[in-house]
């Protein structure tokens, strides 16, 4: 199995790499292909996260796999932890939110516009894909390897394309609780579902509010 993840790591590398390409050359070849660049600019990032962390997660079999990140974990546990983590998000981000309006500084906006610009299959992805992947690869494999601050600067970073500064900042502080909840918890799936409750609450808080 490690084979295979290694395989579709190297895949999702060359996917990203033809995807930008096409994007920065303006080769004639790839102008049919320009209405898919959202679609296999997500999917060469995040298919390479799962990898990668698959990669480095696997053990001798699924179930030993899926038991050394806690998965599936025990459904009262899962909810208690889902609840204190998803409220630690929105505090924090309140916060933040209080300390942009203070310093007179949110490009929030810059978010808002890109998210109403996605198709809806992304944004579907969003709610349900990412937060699985994501968790695999910032929470279940990063934090054991480099510790809670590290990954969460990594997660932070990775939001960069949305051009907002307040956006990459909420991530890092949102990363942060999430290597907080998968340390106490000893499970991703808290993790899991705390973030795709967020996604699904911040998507429809911005698509109602754009409409």
Partial sequence: MKLFFLILSV???????????????????????????????????????????MF??????????????GLPGKIKDNLFYSAMTLSAIFLVLFCLGVAAIVLKFNDQEKVSDKISSL???????AVV?????EELFFRAFLVPRTGIIVSAIVFGLLHFAYGSVVEVMGALVIGLVLG???RF???????????????????????????
């Fill in 180 to 182: 907080a909840s998968y």
């Fill in 56 to 69: 480095f997660l696997w053990k001798k079999n699924l179930r030993s796999t899926l038991s050394s990140i």
């Fill in 119 to 125: 198709p809806m299959i992304v944004l579907l992805f």
């Fill in 11 to 53: 895949f999702s590398f060359l996917l990203f790499l033809f995807t930008i390409g096409c994007q920065l050359s303006g080769w004639g070849a790839c102008a049919a292909y320009s209405d898919y660049f959202v679609y296999s600019g997500s999917a060469s990032i995040h298919l390479g996260l799962f990898s990668v962390a």
């Fill in 129 to 133: 894909g990412a937060p699985l992947t």
């Fill in 185 to 211: 918890s000893k499970s991703v799936a808290p993790c899991m579902l705390a973030h795709m409750l967020y996604n699904a609450i911040s998507i429809t808080v911005i698509t109602f509010f754009s409409g």
